[in-house]
């Protein structure tokens, strides 16, 4: 497909279980970004990837989170020991080029994976 | 204090009015904002992009910037029930940390 794909767009869990939830960016963004959306907020910077520079982690919650890209493709969240708090709705996106040049900013969302931690 | 505010609403406007939103962000040195709209239970959509002071409009929407007052806007011209959302003021933080403001809820009456 030519969007953002994500997997799972549902994942029900239990508190203290791992999840691991997968991003599928447009092919060719070499910019690779994840958030997190709880209910009637905004979006909440998790992670970003650029090419193979090392990922700006700083928006990470706390260690249980971390993220994986191979190259300018798959991504992978990875939630350890899941608790309550966690339960949201993990947005990916892409875009084709880094945030500070002029062009190609524009930010393209996944689905989401709406995530409920029991 | 919040990187990006914005006044969460909801804002009512009737079919036909222009609807006025506003943005807040504390960073001097942002050089790019976005404006992005969210359907209930869909991902964010890109509206308009705006870099320099001024105005910049694209069909029925005109995104207005003052980098001096750090303030950004969002004006929709002729609303239209469909226009009924949520609008994400998005500001890059160091070239590519995105901070989102927690959006403006937008009901248009028919």
């Known amino acids: 497909g030519a969007g953002v794909s994500q997997s799972p767009s549902n994942k029900v869990t239990e508190k203290g279980k791992d999840v691991e939830l997968r991003c599928d960016p447009i092919?060719?963004?070499?910019?690779l970004y994840w958030y997190r959306q709880r209910l009637g907020q905004g979006l909440e910077f998790l992670i970003y990837?650029?090419?193979?520079?090392?990922?700006?982690k700083s928006g990470l919650p706390s260690d249980r989170f971390s993220a994986e890209r191979t190259g300018e493709s798959v991504s992978t969240l990875t939630i350890q020991r899941t608790q309550q708090e966690d339960s949201a709705v993990y947005l990916c996106?892409?875009?084709?080029?880094?945030?500070?040049?002029?062009?190609?900013?524009?930010?393209?969302f996944g689905p989401g994976t709406r995530l409920l931690v029991l | 204090q919040k990187e990006v505010e914005q006044n969460s609403g909801p804002l009512s406007v009737p079919e036909g009015a222009i609807a006025s939103l506003n943005c807040t962000y504390s960073?001097?040195?942002?050089?790019?904002f976005f404006w992005y709209r969210q359907y209930s239970g869909k991902s964010p959509e890109l509206i308009m992009s705006?870099?320099?002071?001024g105005d910049k409009e694209d069909g029925r929407f005109t995104a207005q910037l003052n980098k001096a007052s750090q303030y950004v806007s969002l004006l929709i011209r002729d609303s239209q029930p469909s226009d009924s959302a949520t609008y994400l003021c998005?500001?890059?933080?160091?070239?590519?940390?995105?901070?989102f403001g927690s959006g403006t809820k937008l009901n248009v009456k028919p």
């Open positions: 996106a892409s875009s084709l080029l880094a945030g500070g040049s002029l062009v190609g900013e524009t930010q393209y």
């Open positions: 092919s060719g963004h070499t910019a």
């Open positions: 990837f650029q090419g193979n520079s090392a990922p700006d």
């Open positions: 960073d001097r040195v942002s050089q790019s």
């Open positions: 705006i870099y320099s002071n």
């Open positions: 998005a500001v890059p933080y160091n070239f590519n940390k995105f901070y």
